[in-house]
């Protein structure tokens, strides 16, 4: 039985539980899946800052990730917060993936006209050590998650800045 809401298809750093917990405040039911066509790429960056992936089309490529299930369009939001599509970093797709054999209709983050120029190699989970993770979930995610929930009661936009950005 599918969960009620909708799939996201994640391949980076909303791949890690805590981090997805951190943003939404809920836990999901996370497969394995693949994204044909498209390719995870790393983006040129300080050495220090937390390293960040973006998706790009790719023909032939084979990407795999996780598909979350059951996102509500709060969380949804939330989500496109953290991906900050009003700047153009990200952009949000409609993707057939696979997983578990069967295919399934899933949002997705791909790289956004702002990003474009900074994809640069490749990008693994493993980069992301647990001095990144604490610094995302204990100071970047609730700081931002500040700015969107003032941002929803004064005047209903999803308009924010950018959290990924490290001073």
């Known amino acids: ?17 805590e981090v997805v917990f ?7 039911v996370m497969q394995d899946a693949s994204l ?8 040129s960056q300080q050495h220090a800052n937390t390293p960040v992936p973006a998706l790009a089309h790719c023909p ?12 509500s ?3 949804l939001a939330k989500l496109d917060f953290f991906e900050e599509l009003d700047s153009g970093l990200y952009l949000r797709e409609k993707v057939r993936v696979q997983s578990l054999g069967l295919w399934i209709d899933a949002w997705c983050y791909t790289v956004g006209p702002a990003l474009l120029p900074y994809v640069d190699g490749d990008w693994f989970l493993h980069q992301v050590s647990e001095s990144h993770k604490e610094h995302l979930i204990t100071q970047l995610i609730p700081s931002m998650l500040t700015t ?3 941002l929803q009661a004064n005047t209903g936009t999803k308009t924010k800045a950018s959290p990924l950005s490290e001073d």
């Open 1 to 17: 039985m599918k969960p009620d809401g909708d799939a996201v298809f994640v391949y980076g750093l909303l791949m890690l539980p």
């Open 22 to 28: 951190a943003i939404t405040g809920k836990d999901y």
């Open 36 to 43: 044909l066509d498209y390719k995870r790429y790393g983006l």
């Open 60 to 71: 032939g490529h084979l990407q795999q990730g996780k598909v979350l299930l059951g996102v």
């Open 73 to 75: 369009p709060d969380e």
């Open 148 to 150: 969107y929930h003032k």
